[in-house]
C-alpha cells in the first residue's frame, strides 16, 4: 500500500521562550524535526511532507538535505488546520498516511512500523499511539467507549471525568488518507482554544461508524518538548540511549553521564571516551581511538588507534595513530596524516600534513601543504595573511623546520631541506640545503665592564 507522511511543524513553541522555532531545537546536536524525519525514513515513509509556518525559512534551510516537500499555514489555526494546509500533498492519494507532531524525537522507528502494521492489519480508519501517564496534564485524552477508541477531548477541554482518564494522544498517527481528507471538511474551531483540532477526526470517523485503533508504548517514547524543561529531559534520554548503544557496541565510556555523543555519530570497537567529551555531527571515530578529557569533534573522521586529548577538531580527517593536542586546534578541511603529532598549541587551518610530520608545540599552520616525515619546532608561524589576501604554502617531505621560523606565503620549502631557527622565509629554500633568514650574530667583547654594569 501507498505510504507518505506529514510532520506538523508549523507552530511557534510560545513556551519555549525563544526565537528559533521549536521544531528547530537541538536534542543530541540534532534539529527535533530531523529526528522526527530521519525516524520516518528508517520506518520506510519516504514521501514526507512538513507543515511550516512560524519561521518557516529557517526550518526549510534546516531541513534542506533531507529531500522533503513543505506546506504552508500562514496563521496557526490549530493541527486540524495545519493538515487542512497540506491537502495538496494529499490530493489524489490513496493509502495510508502518518502524521506526527514535530516536537516528538524520542519516538522508535521500530513503534512507527508497528504503527503502521497495526493500522494495515487491522482495517483501522485512523491508529493513534497512545501512552498511560500518572500525570496526564496538557495532553489529549484518549476517550474509549467499551473499550473502543471513541475520541480525543483536549485537556483544555475535559470534563472532570475526561480529566481523570490517563491514556492520552502522543500526537502519531496514521490514518487513511481518503477517510482523513473528507473528515477535514467537518472540523471546527468550537473549543476552549479556538482551534481546529485535528484530533476531532477521530470522533468524526468514528460517527460514520469507521474502527479507530490505538498502540500504547511507553511514555518516553511520546514525550512531546514543549517547554526547555522537557528538552532538557528529552536530551537526557535520547543522550543515554545513544551512550547505551555505544557501550553496546564495544565502546568504552568511562563516565557515560558525562559524555556527549551526537545521534549520527559512529564509533568503533575498543575506541575509549573519557568525561566530557562532545562529539558531533557526522563525526566517524575509528577502532581503538583514545579520547581523553575534553575534546569537541565535529563532522571528522578520526581514523583508527589515534590519541586526542582537550582539543577542538572541526570537519577535519585524522589519520591513523596519529596524536592530537593537548591544546590543539584543528579547524575545518583540514587533512592530517598518519602517525602524525599535532601537539599543544598548534593550530592547523585548512592545509594537509604529511605521514609522520610533528607539529609538537606552539604553531599555526594555514592554507598550508604539509609533506611526510617533517618535523616543525616549537613556535612556527605560517604567515598566510597580508591584510588583503590569503596566500599558500607547500613543504616538500623531510623538511626541519627550526624553532621560531616564519614562512612568509606565498613560499615553497623543498624536499630534505633545513631552515635554521629563527628564520623569516620569503623565497623558495631549494630542495637538501639550508636556509638562514635571520640576522647574523655579532658579539662586542668586554661590553659589561666598560658599561660599567657588572654586579
Ligand atoms: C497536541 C494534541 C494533543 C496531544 C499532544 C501530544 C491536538 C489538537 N492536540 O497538543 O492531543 O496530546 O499534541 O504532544 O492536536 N502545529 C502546527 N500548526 C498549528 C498548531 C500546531 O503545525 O496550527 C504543530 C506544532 O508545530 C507542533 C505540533 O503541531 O509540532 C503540535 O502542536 P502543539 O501546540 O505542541 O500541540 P499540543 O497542545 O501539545
Ligand atoms: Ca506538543
Known amino acids: 500500500m501507498y505510504k507518505c507522511a506529514i510532520i506538523l511543524a508549523a507552530g511557534e513553541g510560545k513556551r519555549m521562550k525563544s526565537t528559533t522555532p521549536k521544531v528547530l531545537h537541538k536534542v543530541c546536536g540534532k534539529e527535533m524535526v530531523n529526528h522526527v524525519i530521519d525516524i520516518m525514513r528508517i520506518a520506510d515513509l519516504s514521501d514526507i511532507n512538513i507543515v511550516i509556518g512560524k519561521g518557516a525559512d529557517k526550518v526549510k534551510e534546516s531541513t534542506r538535505f533531507r529531500d522533503v516537500s513543505y506546506s504552508y499555514q500562514d496563521k496557526q489555526l490549530g493541527t486540524g488546520h495545519a493538515i487542512i494546509c497540506a491537502k495538496e500533498f494529499l ?13 516528538v524525537p524520542l519516538m522508535r522507528a521500530e513503534t ?7 493500522h494495515e ?13 500518572n500525570d496526564p496534564t496538557g495532553y489529549g485524552r484518549i476517550v474509549r467507549r467499551e473499550g473502543v ?25 496514521c490514518f487513511d488518507i481518503e477517510s482523513l481528507v473528507k473528515s477535514l471538511d467537518k472540523l471546527n474551531n468550537n473549543n476552549a482554544q479556538g482551534e481546529y483540532y485535528l484530533t476531532d477526526v477521530i470522533e468524526i470517523l468514528r460517527s460514520e461508524d469507521n474502527t479507530v485503533g490505538a ?11 514543549n517547554s526547555r524543561v522537557e528538552l532538557a529531559e528529552v536530551e537526557k534520554i ?18 557515560a553521564e558525562n559524555t556527549y555523543i551526537g545521534a549520527d555519530v559512529q564509533i568503533g570497537q575498543d575506541t575509549i571516551i573519557y568525561p566530557g567529551n562532545a562529539i558531533e555531527g557526522k563525526t566517524v571515530i575509528k577502532e581503538n581511538c583514545v579520547l581523553y578529557p575534553n575534546s569537541r569533534i565535529k563532522d571528522s573522521i578520526i581514523e583508527q588507534g589515534v590519541s586526542i586529548q582537550s582539543s577542538v577538531i572541526l570537519e577535519s580527517h585524522i589519520g591513523e595513530e596519529t596524536t592530537v593536542g593537548p591544546f590543539a586546534y584543528i579547524r575545518p578541511e583540514s587533512t592530517i596524516g598518519k602517525h602524525a603529532r599535532i601537539g599543544d598549541f598548534v593550530e592547523i587551518k585548512k592545509s594537509t600534513i604529511g605521514d609522520n610530520t610533528k607539529v609538537s608545540h606552539l604553531t599555526y599552520i594555514g592554507d598550508a601543504e604539509v609533506g611526510e616525515d617533517c618535523n616543525f619546532g ?11 589576501a590569503k596566500y599558500k604554502t607547500k ?16 613560499v615553497e620549502v623543498k624536499d630534505n631541506s633545513y631552515i635554521a631557527a629563527g628564520s623569516t622565509i620569503t623565497n623558495e629554500v631549494p630542495e637538501g640545503s639550508l636556509a638562514i633568514g635571520r640576522a647574523k650574530q655579532k658579539n662586542i667583547e668586554g661590553w659589561v665592564d666598560k658599561k660599567g654594569l657588572k654586579k
Open 395 to 410: 613543504i616538500g617531505n623531510r623538511a626541519f623546520i627550526g624553532c621560531n621560523t616564519n614562512l612568509v606565503a606565498p
Open 121 to 133: 492489519n487491522n482495517g483501522y480508519k485512523c491508529t493513534i499511539v497512545t501512552s498511560l501517564l
Open 91 to 103: 490530493k489524489h492519494k490513496k493509502g495510508i498516511v502518518a502524521i506526527f507532531n514535530g516536537d
Open 378 to 388: 616549537c613556535g612556527t608561524v605560517i604567515v598566510n595573511y597580508d591584510g588583503k
Open 149 to 173: 477508541v471513541d475520541k480525543i477531548v483536549e485537556h483544555k477541554d475535559c470534563n472532570k471525568e475526561e480529566l481523570s482518564i490517563n491514556e492520552i494522544n502522543a500526537g502519531i498517527y
Open 238 to 255: 535520547l543522550r543515554n540511549r545513544i551512550n547505551k548503544k555505544h557501550l553496546e557496541n564495544g565502546v568504552t565510556l568511562i563516565d
Open 215 to 225: 498502540m500504547i508504548v511507553d511514555y518516553e517514547e511520546t514525550m512531546g518538548v
Open 112 to 118: 512507527v512500523k508497528k504503527l503502521i502494521e497495526t
